[in-house]
């Protein structure tokens, strides 16, 4: 009995370990993109503004600003390193942090029992309600290195005599930060025991973000609409106030809803079937064999409900730089110092407020990238390769299919973008027009075919870190390209992709550097089928 009784400990702790080793692989490189994000906000702030008459006209000028509001949220103390430098950080990173936890939450819940991993442990000495306890505690401790990771540098940051941030200040923001993570992280347990399969999953926690995101847009830029902040799990966390006026309370409703959403989460994984949702499902669902007349159809079908997701959400992003951007733009003429901070980064005039939003945009786009080539690995690890190989199928042909399908992704999207921007700025009296705005939506495509290349050397090579080799370049390129205004060397800067395109619409664009990124990535594509040919199909 007390041999079974180990036997019972040592499969739920393989559970955790698992989990939680897999969670920290990511949450290593995060929290170092977060904890740098961050110590660089409140350097640069330091730096180019020094006197407190500076820092005043920039609290004038951002605070009232609704397109700086939209994207950042509303802000509070600007006028000083502890205040800015919080306003950036919650703005920015709550949602990546958020993206993190549920596409985390998905892969190791849903993605392990769709790979047959977790039906061979409940085959075993343990029970499936020890067994999602074990996954919930392998996710925690993944969420606790990207805190840890994240709180490190943060408070050497701090400690700095520019910067000046206490420590329990850095602790208090980091918790900020990161509580978007966490919740989300519950929402996609949850929407995992839901759904039938891990891509709707993905695709229900996306647009549980999306309608939060919206409303913490509308309830900052609108007037009397405060309240809304209180209806989105975004709003929690920028209720928060973390170096300005930290306001505890609001961590209630981010504690509530983090143990109910996880205690629903556990309480459905042990009372549904494996392979399937808690949600009942049509009982004879229509079937589409008619259309899969080949691999290549069978990619389109995988791949449409991301393309269209993926379209969406970069359409409202431009669309709703188009419409604040004219308005932001006149503030940055209005400040010197701003507009100085902005020509740093290589945006300068009118446009400079849509330049961003379209850097954003092409990280974002390079993001959808390493999501492809994710997909292509959870293929080969859970046997459906196989199956398809099995048949009269040269692999070549099933590799530059799933590639073709991503960079059809990543065209559309960036398209998606331009034409949204152009719809928003229509609107407003702007000299912008439609190529401008379409020429700075396809400008997002080439970093992001250069990572779509690059991550399929890498799942050529060692198909097992390619997904994180991937994502790896993706944070790399973000967080060099932030850093742009104190990064001096040459070298480094260029390892960035996303340094290797012009700020448009405020600069026209460079299409030489364009083509030369997507030359590269046609070659390492071609390289990456050639490398996949060779080697042996890899398991999970």
């Given at each position: 009995?007390?041999?079974?009784?180990?036997?019972?400990?040592?499969?739920?702790?393989?559970?955790?370990?698992?989990?939680?080793?897999?969670?920290?692989?990511?949450?290593?490189?995060?929290?170092?993109?977060?904890?740098?994000?961050?110590?660089?906000?409140?350097?640069?702030?330091?730096?180019?503004?020094?006197?407190?008459?500076?820092?005043?006209?920039?609290?004038?000028?951002?605070?009232?600003?609704?397109?700086?509001?939209?994207?950042?949220?509303?802000?509070?103390?600007?006028?000083?390193?502890?205040?800015?430098?919080?306003?950036?950080?919650?703005?920015?990173?709550?949602?990546?942090?958020?993206?993190?936890?549920?596409?985390?939450?998905?892969?190791?819940?849903?993605?392990?029992?769709?790979?047959?991993?977790?039906?061979?442990?409940?085959?075993?000495?343990?029970?499936?309600?020890?067994?999602?306890?074990?996954?919930?505690?392998?996710?925690?401790?993944?969420?606790?290195?990207?805190?840890?990771?994240?709180?490190?540098?943060?408070?050497?940051?701090?400690?700095?005599?520019?910067?000046?941030?206490?420590?329990?200040?850095?602790?208090?923001?980091?918790?900020?930060?990161?509580?978007t993570a966490a919740m989300f992280m519950a929402v996609g347990m949850l929407v995992a025991q839901l759904t039938p399969s891990r891509r709707p999953a993905n695709a229900v926690a996306a647009t549980i973000l999306g309608a939060s995101l919206l409303l913490r847009i509308v309830a900052d830029s609108g007037s009397g609409v405060g309240w809304l902040r209180w209806a989105t799990p975004l709003g929690w966390a920028e209720q928060l106030h973390p170096l300005t006026a930290p306001n505890p309370v609001a961590f209630a409703p981010i504690i509530a809803l983090i143990a109910l959403l996880t205690a629903a989460a556990s309480a459905l994984a042990t009372r549904r079937d494996l392979g399937a949702g808690a949600l009942p499902t049509r009982k004879v669902p229509r079937t589409h064999t008619n259309r899969l007349r080949g691999p290549t159809s069978l990619t389109i079908a995988l791949t449409r409900p991301m393309i269209i997701g993926w379209a969406a959400g970069l359409a409202v992003l431009g669309l709703v730089g188009g419409l604040v951007?004219?308005?932001?733009?006149?503030?940055?003429?209005?400040?010197?110092?701003?507009?100085?901070?902005?020509?740093?980064?290589?945006?300068?005039?009118?446009?400079?407020?849509?330049?961003?939003?379209?850097?954003?945009?092409?990280?974002?786009?390079?993001?959808?990238?390493?999501?492809?080539?994710?997909?292509?690995?959870?293929?080969?690890?859970?046997?459906?390769?196989?199956?398809?190989?099995?048949?009269?199928?040269?692999?070549?042909?099933?590799?530059?299919?799933?590639?073709?399908?991503?960079?059809?992704?990543?065209?559309?999207?960036?398209?998606?973008?331009?034409?949204?921007?152009?719809?928003?700025?229509?609107?407003?009296?702007?000299?912008?027009?439609?190529?401008?705005?379409?020429?700075?939506?396809?400008?997002?495509?080439?970093?992001?075919?250069?990572?779509?290349?690059?991550?399929?050397?890498?799942?050529?090579?060692?198909?097992?870190?390619?997904?994180?080799?991937?994502?790896?370049?993706?944070?790399?390129?973000?967080?060099?390209?932030?850093?742009?205004?104190?990064?001096?060397?040459?070298?480094?800067?260029?390892?960035?992709?996303?340094?290797?395109?012009?700020?448009?619409?405020?600069?026209?664009?460079?299409?030489?550097?364009?083509?030369?990124?997507?030359?590269?990535?046609?070659?390492?594509?071609?390289?990456?089928?050639?490398?996949?040919?060779?080697?042996?199909?890899?398991?999970?």
């Amino acid at each position: 009995m007390a041999g079974e009784r180990a036997d019972v400990r040592s499969a739920g702790r393989v559970i955790a370990v698992n989990t939680a080793r897999s969670a920290a692989r990511s949450a290593v490189l995060w929290g170092l993109v977060f904890g740098c994000y961050v110590a660089y906000a409140a350097v640069q702030y330091a730096t180019s503004y020094p006197s407190l008459a500076g820092r005043q006209q920039v609290a004038a000028t951002l605070g009232a600003n609704p397109g700086m509001v939209a994207l950042f949220g509303q802000g509070q103390h600007l006028a000083t390193v502890a205040g800015f430098t919080a306003w950036r950080a919650m703005g920015v990173l709550t949602p990546l942090g958020a993206i993190w936890g549920l596409l985390t939450a998905t892969r190791l819940t849903r993605g392990e029992e769709e790979a047959g991993r977790l039906e061979l442990l409940l085959a075993g000495q343990t029970t499936r309600g020890r067994a999602v306890g074990q996954a919930i505690a392998g996710l925690g401790a993944g969420l606790a290195v990207l805190w840890a990771i994240t709180a490190a540098i943060i408070i050497a940051a701090g400690s700095t005599d520019r910067v000046r941030i206490p420590v329990g200040g850095a602790l208090f923001l980091t918790t900020a930060v990161i509580s978007t993570a966490a919740m989300f992280m519950a929402v996609g347990m949850l929407v995992a025991q839901l759904t039938p399969s891990r891509r709707p999953a993905n695709a229900v926690a996306a647009t549980i973000l999306g309608a939060s995101l919206l409303l913490r847009i509308v309830a900052d830029s609108g007037s009397g609409v405060g309240w809304l902040r209180w209806a989105t799990p975004l709003g929690w966390a920028e209720q928060l106030h973390p170096l300005t006026a930290p306001n505890p309370v609001a961590f209630a409703p981010i504690i509530a809803l983090i143990a109910l959403l996880t205690a629903a989460a556990s309480a459905l994984a042990t009372r549904r079937d494996l392979g399937a949702g808690a949600l009942p499902t049509r009982k004879v669902p229509r079937t589409h064999t008619n259309r899969l007349r080949g691999p290549t159809s069978l990619t389109i079908a995988l791949t449409r409900p991301m393309i269209i997701g993926w379209a969406a959400g970069l359409a409202v992003l431009g669309l709703v730089g188009g419409l604040v951007a004219p308005s932001t733009a006149t503030a940055i003429g209005d400040s010197t110092a701003i507009e100085q901070t902005f020509g740093r980064l290589g945006a300068t005039g009118s446009a400079a407020y849509l330049a961003i939003i379209y850097l954003i945009g092409a990280a974002l786009v390079s993001l959808a990238a390493a999501g492809q080539i994710t997909a292509m690995r959870t293929e080969e690890a859970s046997g459906y390769l196989d199956h398809l190989l099995a048949r009269p199928l040269a692999r070549w042909r099933w590799l530059a299919g799933r590639l073709a399908a991503a960079a059809a992704l990543i065209i559309i999207a960036s398209t998606a973008a331009g034409l949204a921007g152009w719809l928003g700025i229509a609107t407003q009296q702007t000299d912008l027009g439609f190529g401008q705005l379409l020429q700075a939506g396809l400008n997002m495509a080439p970093p992001a075919l250069l990572i779509l290349g690059l991550g399929s050397l890498a799942y050529g090579l060692w198909p097992r870190q390619a997904p994180t080799i991937t994502y790896g370049l993706v944070a790399w390129s973000f967080l060099i390209e932030v850093m742009a205004t104190v990064v001096t060397n040459r070298w480094l800067l260029d390892t960035s992709v996303l340094h290797h395109i012009a700020a448009v619409p405020a600069a026209e664009p460079n299409w030489t550097s364009a083509a030369w990124l997507t030359g590269l990535a046609i070659l390492l594509a071609i390289t990456a089928n050639i490398l996949f040919n060779r080697r042996d199909l890899a398991s999970a």
